[in-house]
């Protein structure tokens, strides 16, 4: 089966410009994530969708980035105007179904994309 | 939520049984240990999640302890392949869908 695909897997682009990251979960996962990745924070969870409606998006680091998912197979993370400090992995990540407390349900990472701001 | 210490990093022979050990002494009753890794260059990878039980599947061996307060993952066999980080993570209570990633264990394979 095909794993978490993510699109590009390099972005280097100029600052001010707008970047967006596509994203396609595992077929028949419920649940998406959206994570950034630096040497300085380590990974950090930025958005959760569940049946591709946001459910927390506390980890979103300002109005720059958004992220959407008009349908159970394609999700996007924009962000508007980009800034050299938003140089990161991004990882898109999917689970089977909306995690019942306690319950194990593993996410499922791609091989992210990772962002070069000059 | 619990909080998981593991060592930096550790060596292992090509060949060879890796233990991987984790403390999570503040752990609930209702919380799963997981275990990931992250080889270079690519997105964390589930290795195996258990409860109280020790666990087994293709990749590896969870062996929790009876007080549930510390945990070993056991590459059975170890390859080059395996050289990774090693991620030890319990599932929050109030936020079950997060996966806080510490610092975790760098383990190199040599031949």
């Known amino acids: 089966d095909a794993g978490v695909i993510q699109s590009p897997r390099h972005e280097v682009t100029e600052m001010g410009q707008e970047v967006t990251l596509r994203c396609k979960p595992i077929s028949g996962h419920n649940s998406l994530f959206w994570y950034r990745q630096t040497m300085m924070r380590g990974l950090e969870l930025l958005i959760y969708f569940n049946n591709n409606v946001p459910i927390d998006d506390s980890g979103m680091p300002e109005d720059r980035f958004s992220a959407k998912m008009p349908n159970a197979s394609f999700s996007t993370l924009k962000i508007q105007p980009s800034e050299p400090r938003d140089s990161a992995v991004y990882f898109c990540?999917?689970?089977?179904?909306?995690?019942?407390w306690g319950e194990g349900q593993p996410q499922h990472f791609g091989d992210g994309t990772r962002l070069s701001i000059l | 939520d619990a909080k998981t210490t593991q060592p930096p990093s550790m060596d292992c022979a090509e060949g060879r049984a890796a233990n991987l050990p984790c403390n999570h002494s503040?752990?609930?009753?209702?919380?799963?240990v997981y275990w990931y890794r992250q080889i270079h260059s690519q997105g964390p990878q589930y290795i195996i999640h258990g409860l109280k039980n020790n666990e087994t599947n293709e990749m590896a061996s969870l062996i929790i302890t009876e007080d549930r307060k510390s945990s070993t993952l056991i590459l059975p066999h170890a390859t080059l392949r395996d050289t990774a980080v090693y991620y030890c993570i319990v599932r929050s209570r109030s936020n079950d869908y997060k996966l806080s990633f510490g610092a975790g264990t760098t383990v190199t394979v040599r031949a």
């Open positions: 503040t752990i609930s009753g209702n919380e799963y």
């Open positions: 990540a999917s689970s089977p179904a909306l995690p019942q």
